[in-house]
């Protein structure tokens, strides 16, 4: 049965098990681990059922606000990300955004302060943010360049360069979905997906 059905039929009676079928939809990829961030855009109340889910797995998760109600959920593995960022390629790119070659912690408390720069107008929004969620340097140099037009291919981010590449990380990623949306709806929580895939590959 397609995802899209599954969704339809399913429908949670409570909130935990609706905040477990928004992490499947949206953040599957890190919770089987082949990503090391994934964001998605929730109210603050969502945001505490998420964190509680999370709760005693690797995941880390922070709550960056927006204009308006919602705010973007940043769920993140801290080792793998943050030797991501520190890579030199990427802090040259984010020197120039202001970003100094400091902790991984550090550097999100700048992101916040950017978004946050946003919402009060002083700044367009920060797509740099690409870089925290791990897409390619020259597809987030691409989405800037060209004001987010242009692109050669748009699935979980717009596609620069590297289709092929990029495709073949799309259908993991569909997979990952699915998957996770299926065994959350047989029953297991978020909490033993993560930590039963973290355990099946050490």
């Known amino acids: 049965m397609p995802i899209k059905e599954i969704l339809k039929w399913e429908r949670p009676e409570n909130e935990e098990k609706k905040a477990a079928l928004l992490l499947s939809l949206h953040c599957a990829p890190i919770l089987r681990g082949s990503k090391s961030a994934n964001i998605v855009t929730i109210t603050q109340e969502e945001f505490f059922r998420v964190y509680h889910l999370l709760e005693g797995t690797e995941i880390c998760c922070r709550f960056f606000k927006t204009k308006g109600e919602m705010g973007i ?5 801290e080792k793998e990300i943050g030797e991501y ?19 991984t912690s550090d550097m999100l408390e700048q992101l916040a302060e950017r978004i946050s720069m946003y919402n009060h ?5 920060p797509h740099e943010i690409g870089i925290f969620l791990e897409y390619p340097l020259h597809d987030v140099k691409g989405f800037l360049a060209n004001n ?3 692109y050669a291919y748009s699935g979980y981010w717009k596609v620069y360069q590297n289709v092929l590449g990029a ?3 799309f259908k993991r ?3 990952d979905r699915d998957y996770v949306i299926r065994t959350v709806l047989t029953g297991r929580t978020i909490r033993e997906i993560v930590m039963g895939d973290s355990e099946k590959s050490i």
């Open 73 to 77: 959920s940043y769920l993140y593995r």
């Open 85 to 103: 960022l520190h890579t030199e390629k990427i802090q040259s790119f984010l020197n120039g955004y202001g970003y100094q070659d400091s902790s």
């Open 121 to 125: 107008g002083k700044i367009v929004f």
């Open 148 to 150: 987010g037009r242009n």
């Open 167 to 169: 495709l073949q990380t």
């Open 173 to 175: 990623y569909d997979e």
